[in-house]
């Protein structure tokens, strides 16, 4: 026998044994389509618009179904009935972190999980750095702009369709050429840099007197020093900053980025708000968060752009604690979960021609705010986005101040503006335009 040949016969093995291990398990889980061997069923996936995909699965297999993205399944959850059950319901069993290999290969397990884009960059990344730093630093700052130009390369990268093949093949990422590893270098780069932040905080450090985050848990570092087990430590100190600047300024960032390119698109809209800004806040002093319980439109509207920007489609992804019987399938402990949050804002019984930009959404017959229990742009549950109150008012101190100074003008006819999002695969962007502050 030559050595082709038994080499062969191994692979054929290996390939039947691949495909007895899936229908073994996929008796058990909730329905799908059928996988390919170690590619499961990626090819049968648009990975730049994955809201689409799963929206046409779900047609043909229901709310709950498996998908085999590599080797391993994964549970889609599609529409609000399935997410409330899940993670209303079931809240412990479905709270479980899903994996999100890149992260965590740079993570190590620390931590948690004009074009206006670079003021609007810089505005939330300040917010943030005065939470961590205590101070904000000057747009014209190089070693600030070098940091927030590291922090938009990554979230562009995570957000590629390259990147979500790659989570799904964490074995061989070592090996793989692409962007990806731009990542490892800008870890470095970022790591350094807080470190140095680190350090000039423990050289000033005075217990009695915290002045931000930093100096909150490195006070706890000390108080913690002889426990083992500790979790306050500078490894997750740097992982938790991080985090912390990952998630609270991009998505921020783009949300208003897309804000105002709806408002341009709206006239009508932007004209309602900044009528409802005079008379609720006048021109002699600025908007503040107390102001938002009177302003039912401008609310109204700051819901519906979250609703239509859908910023992560899909979410990120859960798994389930333990093993679990849900809605008659059986879920293994671990499996992961992933939630379409497309599904539940885009419904269309919830919010009648869900693709159209309509503040009347979120509001009722009489003009006052209507509450849904289908706005989850922050997911839901227990692994709900922990920063979602200053997100919410990022976005209303920071629209009402530009409107109540600024009327926004575009460069071409508002009826050729494009809103339709750029799908990357992770994140919804909007597209590249043009804007025009005007003063009052």
Not at 16 to 32: A, F, I, M, T, V
Not at 70 to 94: Q, S
Not at 145 to 154: K, Q, T
Request: glycine fraction near 6%; charge should be neutral; charged fraction near 20%.
């Amino acid at each position: 026998m030559t050595l082709g040949v038994l080499l062969g016969l191994v692979l054929s093995c290996l390939f039947l044994l691949s495909l007895w291990r899936q229908n073994s398990e996929r008796r058990k889980l909730p329905p799908g389509p059928t996988p390919l061997p170690i590619i499961g069923n990626i090819l049968q996936m648009d990975l730049k618009d994955i809201s689409k995909s799963l929206k046409n699965f779900s047609k043909v297999y229901g709310s709950v179904f498996t998908l085999y993205l590599g080797r391993k399944p994964t549970v889609v959850l599609h529409g609000y009935k399935a997410l409330k059950e899940a993670f209303i319901d079931n809240g412990d069993e479905f709270a479980g972190r899903g994996n999100f290999p890149m992260a965590e290969k740079i993570g190590k397990g620390h931590g948690s999980p004009c074009d206006p884009t670079f003021i609007l960059g810089c505005a939330p990344c300040n917010v943030i750095c005065s939470i961590i730093f205590q101070n904000r630093f000057d747009y014209n700052d190089q070693e600030f702009l070098n940091f927030m130009n590291v922090l938009n390369e990554n979230v562009e990268i995570l957000s590629s369709p390259w990147m979500q093949i790659c989570n799904n093949f964490p074995a061989v990422i070592d090996y793989l050429p692409g962007r990806h590893r731009q990542l490892f270098k800008n870890f470095t780069f970022t790591k350094h840099y807080f470190s140095s932040k680190i350090t000039e905080h423990q050289e000033s450090l005075d217990i009695n007197n915290p002045r931000d985050f930093i100096d909150c848990f490195l006070i706890k570092m000390e108080q913690e020093k002889n426990n083992p087990k500790t979790e306050f430590t500078h490894e997750n100190l740097f992982f938790s900053a991080a985090d912390l600047f990952s998630a609270g300024t991009e998505t921020t960032s783009t949300t208003l980025r897309y804000s105002l390119l709806l408002l341009l698109k709206h006239p009508e809209v932007t004209a309602k708000v900044q009528k409802e800004i005079d008379h609720v806040i006048g021109r002699h002093r600025s908007p503040c968060t107390e102001d938002r319980s009177h302003m039912p439109y401008t609310d109204a509207v700051l819901h519906e752009v979250q609703r239509f920007v859908d910023l992560l489609p899909n979410s990120l992804p859960h798994a389930v604690t333990c093993d679990i019987k849900f809605r008659n399938y059986f879920i293994p402990k671990g499996t992961t979960v992933i939630a379409s949050l497309t599904s539940v804002l885009h419904d269309d019984k919830e919010f009648p021609n869900p693709e159209r930009f309509d503040p009347g959404h979120f509001l009722d017959e009489n003009g006052k705010f209507k509450k849904s229990d289908y706005f989850v742009p922050f997911s839901t549950g227990k692994r709900i986005c922990v920063g979602e109150g200053l997100a919410r008012m990022e976005l209303f101190l920071f629209l009402t101040t530009i409107l109540q100074s600024f009327n926004l003008r575009s460069p071409i006819d508002p009826k050729d503006l494009d809103i339709t999002p750029v799908n990357t695969g992770l994140v919804s962007l909007p597209p590249e335009f043009q804007i025009c502050f005007i003063p009052i």
